[in-house]
């Protein structure tokens, strides 16, 4: 899938460990920094948001421009 552009966002799908781990890293960000949650084992060891559910489905990356 191309990257999708609509003004100054871009949306597309991650392709590599980089771009998952930058996904997980800000879900964590979000999720334990943010909303307060409590982080536990690997994703408490990674500062990253890692589940079962990783491997299985796609994963996008948004990216903001400044116009």
């Known amino acids: ?3 999708i552009r ?3 966002l871009e ?3 991650a392709h590599s ?3 998952l781990n930058a996904a997980q890293a800000l879900r964590y960000q ?3 920094g943010e909303m307060g949650a409590f982080p536990t ?4 060891e990674l500062k990253r948001d890692v ?3 990783d491997q299985i489905c ?4 948004w990216r903001g421009y400044r116009s």
């Open 6 to 8: 609509v003004n100054n």
């Open 17 to 19: 460990v980089a771009d």
């Open 51 to 53: 589940d079962g559910f």
């Open 30 to 32: 979000i999720f334990y």
């Open 11 to 13: 949306v597309r799908l």
């Open 58 to 61: 796609d994963h996008r990356r």
């Open 41 to 44: 084992g690997i994703s408490h």
């Open 1 to 3: 899938m191309d990257p």
